[in-house]
């Protein structure tokens, strides 16, 4: 017998344990912190407007977490408020308004978290997790454009971290779409923006300048979500470092008619 294949073999058999157990550290470090990265954004479901929780490909249990959103508001065209609510439907938040909106909003708190030494993300503040490397308060906005606009949006209640676009929105795909990045009504330097949120979730994002602007191109010749996440200062820090904001700007192009 060729020894030389036989101690190849028993590497092969020794070392796949391993190797299996290193891939499923690192699939499971990857999960963890795509859970913690999690925003929301409104789309559309057998044409009625939804309140989505995920990223990516990930449309989670919205449902469940109905209680953490504290604040759901429509605006007509020259963004005077529309009553709107929440209504559950099956596994869905659907929105309900008395008329036809031109934009819509949602806020979601997410609680704190606390990354342990081991790289693990678990939903407790620092008063509780002492030897965490990093602590953060997160919080979730949208923003849903549903009508034409009239007039460019306004920084909007309840909107702390809000992306406005700069500008008419292009109506192909492919085309450079101009938008402002708000942190509490003022331009955020140096926000991380990511161009698609649902198909290229990994995807690295660009910072705005210090104007709080970035130009991107739209990516879908559909649904679009854009994305911005930015770190502010702590109102607990006894129990979060930071409080991470991450908000979505989302809109549909038309497709060519039938």
Same mark, same amino acid.
């Given at each position: 017998?060729?020894?030389?294949?036989?101690?190849?073999?028993?590497?092969?058999?020794?070392?796949?344990?391993?190797?299996?157990?290193?891939?499923?550290?690192?699939?499971?470090? !990857? +999960?963890?912190?795509? @859970?913690?990265?999690?925003? &929301?954004?409104?789309?559309? =479901?057998?044409?009625?407007?939804? *309140? $989505?929780?995920?990223?990516?490909?990930?449309?989670?249990?919205?449902?469940?977490?109905?209680?953490?959103?504290?604040? !759901? +508001?429509?605006?007509? @065209?020259?963004?005077?408020? &529309?009553?709107?609510?929440? =209504?559950?439907?099956?596994?869905? *938040? $659907?929105?309900?308004?008395?008329?036809?909106?031109?934009?819509?909003?949602?806020?979601?708190?997410?609680?704190?978290?606390?990354?342990?030494?081991?790289?693990?993300?678990?939903?407790?503040?620092?008063?509780?997790?002492?030897?965490?490397?990093?602590?953060?308060?997160?919080?979730?906005?949208?923003?849903?454009?549903?009508?034409?606009?009239?007039?460019?949006?306004?920084?909007?209640?309840?909107?702390?971290?809000?992306?406005?676009?700069?500008?008419?929105?292009?109506?192909?795909?492919?085309?450079?779409?101009?938008?402002?990045?708000?942190?509490?009504?003022?331009?955020?330097?140096?926000?991380?923006?990511?161009?698609?949120?649902?198909?290229?979730?990994?995807?690295?994002?660009?910072?705005?300048?210090?104007?709080?602007?970035?130009?991107?191109?739209?990516?879908?010749?559909?649904?679009?979500?854009?994305?911005?996440?930015?770190?502010?200062?702590?109102?607990?820090?006894?129990?979060?470092?930071?409080?991470?904001?991450?908000?979505?700007?989302?809109?549909?192009?038309?497709?060519?008619?039938?």
């Amino acid at each position: 017998m060729n020894r030389s294949r036989s101690r190849t073999r028993t590497l092969a058999r020794t070392d796949f344990p391993r190797l299996f157990a290193a891939v499923a550290a690192v699939a499971c470090f !990857i +999960a963890v912190q795509a @859970a913690h990265a999690h925003g &929301i954004w409104f789309a559309q =479901r057998a044409t009625q407007l939804a *309140l $989505l929780y995920g990223i990516g490909a990930d449309d989670l249990d919205s449902v469940k977490r109905q209680s953490m959103v504290e604040s !759901i +508001a429509g605006y007509d @065209a020259d963004y005077k408020p &529309i009553p709107t609510k929440l =209504r559950v439907a099956g596994p869905l *938040l $659907l929105v309900d308004s008395e008329s036809q909106p031109t934009v819509v909003t949602a806020v979601l708190f997410n609680g704190i978290w606390s990354k342990t030494p081991e790289g693990e993300w678990i939903k407790k503040g620092r008063d509780e997790v002492p030897n965490a490397t990093t602590a953060e308060k997160n919080y979730k906005y949208a923003v849903r454009i549903v009508g034409s606009l009239s007039a460019p949006i306004p920084p909007l209640p309840n909107q702390t971290l809000q992306i406005i676009p700069v500008g008419q929105i292009p109506q192909v795909m492919g085309q450079p779409l101009k938008v402002r990045v708000l942190f509490q009504g003022k331009p955020a330097a140096k926000a991380r923006v990511m161009w698609d949120w649902l198909n290229d979730p990994d995807g690295k994002p660009v910072k705005t300048a210090a104007d709080g602007t970035v130009t991107i191109k739209v990516r879908n010749q559909g649904l679009n979500v854009i994305t911005a996440i930015f770190d502010g200062p702590s109102n607990e820090p006894a129990k979060a470092d930071k409080m991470e904001h991450l908000a979505t700007l989302s809109f549909v192009l038309p497709h060519a008619p039938e």
